[in-house]
């Protein structure tokens, strides 16, 4: 069943009004009727998306790259900057060990729902498209420190409080769900979910193998299929924090969706990120300025209040320095056989990859329209 308070934030993609849920089936007022897949998701589509994105393999590579650790620091960055403005929760108890305990419990529902993989009668067959591993700098205001470090160096701040990682916000978060865009099977979404234990959150993704995994990441979330270019099937308004982790960005669509007041946390990879898997795997580049022209395009409706950026060395087996090179847009065209064939043997010494991104948390200005 839907969380009550995620069933009350869906709208029909069709047009607009309110679900309800009965029987294992959402339906609008006008007569639209969507079927609740026995994994616990929802298809949400007006139509099917035009482009593919992720499949199984890939996101069980994504998986065994989030249970080995490999992006713990990244995890504990995007935790601190969801929860910088719940006042129950201070962002400097947030730690790489909690981050860690979230990823293993999401790893054994994964296995408990292994027998469910094949079986789905709802949803669309396109898979779902992040950045994950692709992205570039963050946005200009924020510094590069030393690994793992954080500082809000050029940051516009909000108020007089300390440094954003240590910071407990004197506001209060809005009312609303918390949502990840993108999500995966909702490592990020499950982790936040820990640190707010009075939210409830939802995982959209348009890729039905994600949104299936997903369903599973947390007892207090849901999720759904959906494009995040075609309008998601969400009130404007209803969420508190969206997340966007490597993850398509809709800048009206977020300005729509996020209640004024409430949080958007955006990570980005810098240009160094997994750089010693590039030239090896034949890896997709890392464009440069992104992470300003992604402020750019939220500034009329999100103001950057915090800036974290992560950077440091982790060393990977061969087999995981695969998974990390197939497992997000660039294992669309790379064959994991062949990297396999030109990796290390499985008994070399591990790969020390460098792990870099920009955690940026913003503000939805209040006094700005956000639509219908």
């Known amino acids: 069943m839907m969380e009550p308070e995620v069933l009350a934030a869906l709208a029909c993609p069709h047009d607009g009004g309110r679900l ?7 339906g609008c007022p006008h007569g639209h009727r969507f079927d609740l897949a026995r994994q616990g998701y929802a298809t949400l589509t007006a139509s099917r998306p035009p482009h593919g994105g992720d499949s199984p393999a890939m996101l069980d590579r994504r998986m065994r790259v989030h249970e080995a650790g490999v992006l713990t620091r990244v995890h504990a960055a995007v935790v601190r900057a969801a929860v910088a403005d719940a006042a129950d929760v201070d962002a400097a108890d947030v730690d790489a060990a ?61 108020d007089d409080a300390q440094q954003m990682g240590r910071e407990r916000r004197r506001r209060t978060l809005p009312a609303g769900i918390v949502c990840e865009v993108g999500a995966g099977p909702g490592t990020y979404l499950a982790a936040v979910l820990d640190a707010m234990p009075d939210r409830t959150g939802l995982a959209v993704d348009v890729a039905k193998a994600a949104a299936r995994r997903a369903a599973r990441c947390h007892t ?15 009130r404007a308004g209803s969420v508190a924090v969206l997340l966007d982790v490597f993850a398509p960005r809709n800048a009206a669509e977020f300005a729509r969706l996020v209640v004024p007041g409430g ?54 087996t061969p087999a995981l320095a695969v998974d990390l090179a197939t497992m997000g847009p660039s294992g669309h065209h790379l064959d994991p056989q062949r990297l ?33």
């Open 20 to 26: 309800l849920e009965n029987a294992r089936v959402l």
């Open 98 to 158: 909690d981050v860690d305990a979230a990823v293993a419990e999401l790893a054994d529902a994964e296995l408990a729902d292994a027998e469910l993989a094949d079986a789905d009668p709802a949803g669309v067959d396109a898979a779902g498209v992040d950045d994950a591993g692709i992205g570039a700098a963050g946005v200009d205001a924020g510094g590069v420190g030393e690994a793992g470090g954080r500082h809000d160096a050029g940051v516009e701040p909000a």
């Open 220 to 234: 207090r979330a849901n999720a759904i299929v959906a494009d995040v270019w075609d309008g998601l099937p969400l």
């Open 263 to 316: 949080t958007l946390v955006v990570a980005t990879a810098e240009p160094d990120h997994l750089a010693e898997l590039r030239e090896r795997f034949g890896m997709l580049g890392v464009p440069g300025g992104k992470g300003a022209r992604i402020a750019a395009e939220l500034a009329p409706a999100f103001a950057a209040r915090g800036v974290e950026t992560v950077r440091t060395s982790v060393p990977v």
């Open 340 to 372: 396999e064939a030109v990796a290390p043997g499985a008994d070399a010494a591990p790969i020390d990859v460098t792990v870099a991104a920009t955690v940026t948390r913003f503000v939805r200005r209040t006094g700005v329209d956000i639509g219908a």
